[in-house]
């Protein structure tokens, strides 16, 4: 929207309240507050909110929505959940699914602090399966992008990639510069995670040429996100002194203490520390603490506190610690998932140092272990260059092999555990022994059940892999999932997580595995979908076997074994095994 359009917008608003016509303020107030940049000040809430003294229904309801999204937009969530929230009631009374929609991204925005994160969690996954009942482009791409954003907090990397394949389906068949836009900057994140700088460097042309063609006002903000990102992996200074420069301008004209958190980071970096702790001191004005626990919040302590320990200011890393700690196993992610920025025990690992204590193990371990799991490249180097470990350490003999009277040998080679045995070790020892190998689960099915010689089927369409009422079950089940590993990452009861992820992983994959883009029902033939579920079943249940005696192994397999429709194991080159097969006996 141009100037002039804002200014005929503000005088068709004038007219209709002059005329007593609601209808038309509420339609003048959409278009006064339709464009929102990024750290723009608040214009709409007052139009916005006269009109939405005076409607009623869905028209209230609908003003109710862009009222929130703009009081959270403003970083106001307090003043924006009262109308999230009656938006919400209004259409679950409607049974309007379109305003429900929205009325859920607004109920994600009021809670897009660090302690809603199961909220986001479950809220989002309504979203998701809600837009699968719709077609507008903007209801999907929202859901994506929510869906997205929580994956990369919980680093849940599956729904990472199946949520990036969303966007670009729905980027080529929208045909929206702006859903093509948005696609392209998250697979230019993601690119940036796994350390594909070629890939990274062409979604930012991609995203300027998108962007520019949908008119969309946050397109250099997303290019400078991206930009940024590059120029940090690169290691080039000049272009990180250029954006810190760029950042330092905006967060200071628009007042936005997160971007100058992410300046003082870029001038450290480009060599500038004094300029870096001269800015320090303007975000951490106040304290830490007085930081709003909102979207930002997470972005803007942990880089502060990695500022704090980059110039040595001992107060403001013990604060940023101390105020982190309690988010151990998240990642931390700038707004919508624009960029993923660490995890949150890299950050608590780095203030050992200036704070004078004896390295943690705690927080090395488990910063390198969520970097395996999304695949972060370069942040993973940067953690094992820090920590004298650069070079994956020597490979390791590990025994997965049976031993006769229904008993398997599990563990390091000299002091393997004795389990009893399960189907699914025969499993996990065909992929094993064929690293790398794409193997349908009809065909391990088959091999391991002794029936590799007959040749498998293609089947036409049986009906869907998953009736509704499963698909809503396992929703459901997913949902207290996520809240049991809120509570087990509170009480760092790991043994219990890992059982929990493993579980929400499975229920997550037989979901993907039924349905298409969208939540849609897929049709799958019989014997495939019997094979899919009880190699995924099995496996599961071996790993849980495996997990009370060894759980180191159980989180390697975990991380490098993947099931589902087609299974396979990919081996993680930093930590390096030799397998002990021994044969399989009939």
Known sequence: MTGEDRDGALRAFER??????????????????????????????????EAYLSAS????????????????????????????????????????????????????????????????????????????RLTDPQTRLSAALWRLTTALESLDVVTVRRQLRVLDA????????????????????????????????????????CGEAASEPDTEALVHVLT????????????????????EAFGTAHGIRSVLAEAALFWLEAGEADRAGALLDQVVAGGLDAVTRDVDWALTV?????????????EVAEAGRGLLE????????????????????????????????????????????????????????????????????????????????????????????????VKGFRYLHLLLSRPGAELSALELSAAVNGNAARPTV????????????????????????????????????????????????????????ATGLGGRPRPAGADAERARMAVQKAVTAALQRIEQLEPSIARLLRDTIRTGATCSYHPDPDRPVTWVLGPLRP
């Open 458 to 513: 293609a089947q036409s369409d049986l009906g869907p892999a998953l009736d509704r009422r499963a698909l809503s079950e396992y929703r459901r089940r997913i949902a207290e999932l996520d809240e049991e590993l809120e509570q087990t990452r509170a009480w760092a009861d790991h043994g219990r997580s890992e059982r929990a992820v493993a579980e929400r992983d499975l229920l997550l994959a037989e979901i993907a595995a």
């Open 228 to 247: 940024s990102g590059l120029a940090r992996q690169k290691g080039d200074r000049a272009a990180l002194a250029a954006e810190a420069a760029d950042f």
């Open 302 to 314: 942990a880089t502060a506190t990695e500022v704090a320990a980059g110039v040595g200011n001992r």
């Open 326 to 421: 309690p988010y151990a196993g998240r990642g931390v992610v700038n707004a919508g998932g624009v960029a993923f920025v660490g995890v949150v025990e890299d950050y608590l690992r780095i203030t050992d140092a200036v704070l004078g204590r004896e390295r943690d193990p705690r927080w090395t371990a488990g910063a390198a272990t969520g970097y395996r799991r999304l695949g972060a490249r370069w942040w993973l180097e940067r953690l094992q260059s820090s920590t004298g470990g650069a070079r994956p350490g020597p490979v390791s003999r590990v025994v997965l092999a049976p031993s006769g009277d229904d008993l398997w040998l599990v563990g390091a080679e000299g002091r393997a555990s004795t389990l009893r045995a």
């Open 170 to 209: 729905l980027a080529e068949e929208s045909g929206s510069p702006r859903v093509q836009m948005f696609a392209a900057s998250r697979r230019g994140m993601y690119a940036l995670v796994v350390g594909d700088l070629d890939t990274a460097a062409t979604q930012v042309t991609k995203v300027r040429r």
């Open 57 to 132: 229904g869905a028209t209230a309801a609908r003003l109710a929505v862009e009222l929130a999204r703009c009081w959270a937009y403003a970083g106001e969530p307090a003043r924006a959940a009262p109308f999230a929230d009656e938006a919400l009631a209004v259409a679950e009374r409607m049974a309007d699914p379109v305003l429900e929609a929205a009325a859920l991204d607004a109920e994600l925005l009021v809670h897009w602090g660090p302690d809603d994160l199961s909220t986001r969690i479950r809220t989002s996954s309504r979203l998701e399966g809600l837009a699968g």
């Open 16 to 49: 209709a309240r002059a005329a007593g016509d609601v209808e038309a303020m509420a339609t003048a107030a959409f278009m006064i507050a339709a464009v929102r940049p990024f750290g723009a000040p608040l214009l709409a809430p007052g139009y916005l909110h």
